[in-house]
C-alpha cells in the first residue's frame, strides 16, 4: 500500500508561483512513475505532468510546458511540482499519483494510489 500527502496549494495572483510536494509513505513502486493531474468541477481529469522514479525522465502537457517543473527526492520519497507563471485557467485541484503496474504516464487510468488532492487558485 502507499500513502500520498499533497501539500503547497494555495492562492496566488496570476503570474506567482506555488510548489506542490507529494510525500509517499509505504511502498516504493520505484520501477514506475509517478504523476501530477488536475481536475476542475464538471471537466475530464487532466495530465499535467509525469516523472519515471528511477530514471527521473519528464513529461507535461503541452498546456504547462516551460512554466512547471516536475521533480522528485528519491530519498524523501517525496514529489514536486514547481508550477510558475500560473494563469486563472490552472484553478483547480490537484492530484498526484502512483503507479504500481506500469504503463502510460499520461493517463489517468494506468495510475493506482492518489493524494487528496490540493486546492489551487490562481487570481486575475
Known amino acids: 500500500q502507499v500513502q500520498l500527502v499533497e501539500s503547497g496549494g494555495g492562492l496566488v495572483q496570476a503570474g506567482g508561483s506555488l510548489r506542490l510536494s507529494c510525500a509517499a509513505s509505504?511502498?516504493?513502486?520505484?520501477?514506475?512513475?509517478r504523476g501530477w493531474f488536475r481536475q476542475a468541477p464538471g471537466k475530464e481529469r487532466e495530465f499535467v505532468a509525469g516523472?519515471?522514479?528511477?530514471?527521473?525522465?519528464?513529461f507535461y502537457a503541452d498546456s504547462v510546458k516551460g512554466r512547471f517543473i516536475i521533480s522528485r527526492d528519491r530519498a524523501k520519497n517525496t514529489m514536486y511540482l514547481q508550477m510558475n507563471s500560473l494563469k486563472p485557467e490552472d484553478t483547480t485541484v490537484y492530484y498526484c499519483?502512483?503507479?504500481?503496474?506500469?504503463?502510460?504516464?499520461?493517463?489517468?487510468?494506468?495510475?493506482?494510489?492518489w493524494g487528496q488532492g490540493t486546492q489551487v487558485t490562481v487570481s486575475s
Open positions: 509505504g511502498r516504493t513502486f520505484s520501477n514506475y512513475a
Open positions: 499519483a502512483v503507479q504500481a503496474r506500469g504503463g502510460s504516464i499520461r493517463s489517468g487510468d494506468t495510475y493506482d494510489y
Open positions: 516523472i519515471t522514479w528511477s530514471g527521473g525522465s519528464t
